[in-house]
């Protein structure tokens, strides 16, 4: 600890009023562990943005709190695994703005990454497994997620709830033991680009408010249905290249009620599924667009021009 102490003192002194924050190395495989330095940096106050190089293999409940402009990176593919005792996150984000973690492994905790208290947080090439609850949770918090693996996790790959703001593009969410990806409570996905699939529960799950925007994603082989809408939720599935495809899910393929809305905009597959329609709206007082368009089977009536696709607003 003694040398971080000095190693930041340096730092310091050294960087211009003007220069572009600081930079530090942690490596846990030597004993070094990141909570101590992100101590020593909130205590010292570093310039922000402030960089961290992460390597090796570090157990260790990582609280980010009160940061901004803070990254985590590693290079070398370091690994962070939560606590044994599912009290904790194996990263904790609480009260930061711009917060990036990437290229780790995470690994067990009550969550595998936890956004929460009006947070910002970015997170690019992780693979996130193994956690007690979901892989990763944004709760009253923002994010882009890119690139990222969420896996094996023990209730939904990521949850998005509490008013929280979610961009998702590329990776896959995958065997997680509930929903692949849930969007909770008043909540906003976007979605492209992203596999999710073999999911013990639905594909991708909105409700109590919540909406999602679906761009050429693949939902695949999950345990429920591809994609549930319900409790005055509402879905969007648009093609910018691909369109979306739903298709070999144990339940319909959409599947929509109370009060829930699903728009379907150019060419999306919603075909295969295991149960029929592909397209479903329960009561009560469902409602879609555009489900005749999608290759599948549907029982969702729509009067008018809605029913052969025409919607006003399709590109």
Request: net charge neutral; hydrophobic share 40%; with cysteine.
């Amino acid at each position: 600890m003694k040398h971080l102490m000095i190693a930041l003192a340096l730092t310091l002194c050294a960087i211009p009023a003007t220069a572009q924050g600081s930079r530090f190395n942690v490596n846990c495989d030597k004993g070094e562990r990141i909570n101590k330095l992100l101590n020593t940096i909130a205590k010292a106050g570093a310039q922000p943005p402030v960089t961290i190089n992460v390597s090796g293999t570090c157990k260790e409940s990582v609280l980010i709190q009160n940061f901004d402009r803070l990254t985590l990176i590693t290079k070398t593919g370091a690994v962070i695994i939560g606590p044994s005792k599912d009290v904790n996150a194996a990263v904790t984000v609480a009260n930061s703005g711009f917060v990036t973690l990437q290229g780790f492994l995470i690994q067990k905790g009550l969550n595998g990454v936890a956004c929460a208290e009006n947070s910002v947080c970015n997170l690019t090439g992780l693979t996130v497994e193994n956690a007690t609850s979901a892989g990763v949770a944004f709760a009253r918090s923002e994010g882009v997620l890119d690139s990222n693996i969420f896996q094996n996790n023990g209730f939904r790959g990521l949850n998005v709830a509490n008013g929280s703001k979610v961009l998702v593009l590329g990776g896959t969410s995958q065997g997680n033991a509930d929903a692949g990806v849930a969007v909770v409570s008043g909540s906003e996905l976007f979605m492209q680009n992203v596999t999710v699939q073999n999911n013990a529960g639905d594909g991708v799950r909105a409700l109590l408010g919540s909406s999602v925007r679906l761009d050429d994603n693949t939902i695949s082989g999950n345990g429920g249905n591809g994609i549930s809408l319900f409790a005055q939720s509402n879905g969007s599935l648009e093609q910018i290249t691909t369109g979306n495809v739903v298709t070999g899910n144990a339940g319909n393929g959409v599947w929509l009620s109370d009060l829930s809305f699903a728009r379907f905009l150019n060419a999306n597959n919603v075909s295969g599924n295991l149960t029929q329609p592909d397209v479903t709206c329960v009561p009560q007082f469902s409602a879609t667009r555009g489900a005749g368009t999608v290759g599948g089977t549907t029982d969702c009536f729509e009067p008018g021009a809605a029913k052969a696709g025409r919607d006003p607003d399709a590109r």
